[in-house]
């Protein structure tokens, strides 16, 4: 059953199209609803068209040949998934599964090329989109190149922040989505002991703490300092 405009209009994929193009593609649109740990696809999958994450958060991860996971990125509301796949037909680069409940509407590749032809426009807006991702990734390596692990550390809870940020008294901001140490180890690139003892110091230095199962940022500034590069 087609979506309704109102429901993919905060959408990355969506956002910024007239509303004729949001009424014509959402009526290409359905509705998918994910379990808690259901994969949506998996690594090398053949893509069949993309999606716009409407509720819920999941996870982006890779297999190494010796079959390690590699947590990449956790996604939230309003995060577009696989949509390089659905333009350049290339197999699916990584895995997507879901940590919560999730609804996510599946816009199919041979559906959006024909409304795409018939409104050029589209067009621009999905590398407008691409565009967009390109520059983050740039962003990604750099630091992972430039920063101390106190740097990359600090620009992915800024980044989880964003996501999935609840602003509280006197500045602070929940995380309000669990993380192990492994999966900000592997986010960052590091070994879990690392990550581990640069928590252990910025809690002595209330710049971060935990509330129950949550991380908490309690001094931003000093976080958006480390993370400059």
Known sequence: MPLE??????????????DEQLKGLSALTRLITLRPNQTLFCQNDKPDGCYALIEGTVKVSILSSGGDEALLAILGEGDIIGEMGMIDGERRSATISALKKCKVAFLPAAGFRRFADDNPSVYQHMLTIL???????????????????????????????????QPLDGGRMLIKQTFTQ?????????????????????QRKAIVSRISRYYCLDDLDTLR???EF
């Open 5 to 18: 405009p109102s429901l993919l209009r905060n959408s990355l994929l969506f956002a910024g199209l007239t």
């Open 131 to 165: 565009s967009k991702r390109l520059r983050a990734s740039n962003d990604r390596l750099a630091a992972q190149q430039m920063l101390p692990l106190s740097g990359r550390l600090a620009r992915l809870f800024l980044k989880l922040s964003d996501g999935f940020g």
């Open 182 to 202: 492994s999966d900000l180890a592997r986010m960052t690139g590091s070994a879990r002991e690392n990550v581990n003892r640069q928590i252990n110091q910025w």
């Open 225 to 227: 300092d480390l993370a």
